[in-house]
């Protein structure tokens, strides 16, 4: 899950990654927005495939990593928008949007557009800010 925090407060994520693709940098690019002190967004345009799986060294990587991080991601992480035009599978990942936020700590949202995905993060962005 590559970052993008170039554009900060908006980071983008990506799920194209390269098989020996290092997590590792992934946590420290999460851990340097942490470092800015100021809420973001994160925003993705290819959500993972259904088939993506991780090991469970993985898995338990990320869960360690996750309870580390748990207050900075509560406070500081405003959501996860996922950008789908596909209406369907927007509707398949409301469901999991309620595990994705317990375990996360902050929101799954859905936008069918990058103009809508702007549009809900500048939103969010604005009312923390107010």
């Known amino acids: 899950m590559p970052l993008d925090a170039k554009n900060f407060p908006l980071v983008w994520m990506s799920y194209d990654e390269e098989p020996d693709h290092d997590h590792d940098e992934d946590f ?4 340097a927005c942490f470092g800015r002190g100021a809420p973001f967004v994160i925003l993705t345009d290819n959500a993972p495939a259904e ?4 090991s469970q060294e993985e ?6 990593w996750m309870k580390t991080h748990k ?3 509560r406070a ?3 959501a996860m928008i996922v950008i789908e035009p596909s209406a369907t599978k927007r509707l398949a990942f409301r469901s999991f949007g309620v595990a994705f936020a ?6 799954l949202r859905l936008a069918p557009s990058r103009e809508e ?10 009312e923390r800010a107010g």
């Not at 088939?51 to 991780?54: A, I």
């Not at 898995?59 to 360690?64: F, M, P, Q, S």
């Not at 317990?102 to 929101?107: D, E, L, R």
Request: charged residues 30%; hydrophobic residues 45%.
């Open 28 to 31: 420290e690019a999460l851990e």
């Open 51 to 54: 088939d993506h799986e991780h």
């Open 59 to 64: 898995k338990k990587r990320t869960a360690l």
């Open 71 to 73: 207050a900075e991601l």
């Open 76 to 78: 500081l992480v405003l």
């Open 102 to 107: 317990k375990f996360w700590g902050h929101p």
């Open 117 to 126: 995905a702007m549009e809900i993060a500048g939103k969010l962005l604005s």
